[in-house]
């Protein structure tokens, strides 16, 4: 947990990579074993991974490309950026750049009769790509994401989770002992607006992982309650509520 949490602040979006470096043997045995140990959101929802050369999808980055496939049940979306982060920061902490990759397809769309949601294009990356002052990175103020003074050091380090475009979806009430999370509507993007809940939903995941890690790490011991996702005309979609013991 502590490994995941250091990587908050070094992580970052690699879109470009030396051709002069590749993913070793044993790096790659360790990418795979280290699937087996991602903790889903969502434990009843069935999800497969596949790892794939970039020319086997339309990606224009990185070496390989991480594909994750899931059961479209409620919360799937959430699940799986829950998921696929524990292994942008898992990557990033053995140097290894990462590109979530909305847009880019594979060419296997089903696996296992499970549908193909989304990859990672990831390849090695020399050190300094990584980020050295995550403070410079560009995120909303804290005041916007976050309404109230409660549990505002954690605030500080969750606003900096990666989102589609960087939309940054998320919008957090803090009261004493409590937590509500939310994914707002109200967002302006040149990504169509028909994709924006899909990927917004995703990012939520991304969110509720680093919210999880920070807290663990904080010592706050919590117990989350994930809600049904409904209400699509609404303002303010209903993710999770965390009471903070």
Not at 42 to 59: A, G, L, Q, Y
Request: charged share 25%.
């Amino acid at each position: 947990m502590q490994e995941l949490f250091d990587m908050i602040f070094k992580r970052k979006s690699i879109r470009r990579y030396d051709e002069n470096l590749s993913i070793t043997v044993d790096e790659m045995m360790e990418i795979k074993q280290r699937i087996f140990s991602l903790t889903p959101l969502v434990k009843e929802i069935k999800v497969k991974f596949n790892i794939v050369e970039k020319k086997e999808t339309t990606s224009k980055r990185g070496e390989y490309c991480l594909l994750i496939y899931s059961e479209q049940k409620p919360l799937y979306l959430l699940n799986v950026g829950y998921m696929l982060e524990q292994m942008d920061l898992f990557l990033a902490s053995r140097n290894i750049g990462v590109c979530w990759y909305a847009l880019a397809k594979a060419k296997e769309l089903t696996l296992d009769g499970l549908e193909y949601v989304i990859m990672l294009a990831f390849g090695k990356s020399k050190p300094e790509c990584f980020r050295k002052d995550f403070s410079k990175t560009k995120r909303k103020d804290l005041e916007i994401i976050w309404n109230g003074n409660c549990y505002s050091d954690t605030g500080e380090i969750v606003r900096y989770a990666p989102s589609a475009c960087n939309t940054q979806p998320w919008r957090v009430i803090s009261e004493d002992h409590c937590l509500s999370v939310y994914r707002t509507t109200q967002i302006k993007s040149f990504m169509p607006a028909n994709k924006l809940p899909y990927y917004n939903s995703i990012d939520m995941g991304i969110f509720l992982c680093f919210l999880d890690i920070t807290l663990s790490i904080k010592g706050y011991q919590y117990q989350r309650r994930l809600a049904m996702v409904n209400g699509k005309n609404s303002e303010l979609i209903d993710i999770a509520s965390y009471l903070i013991k």
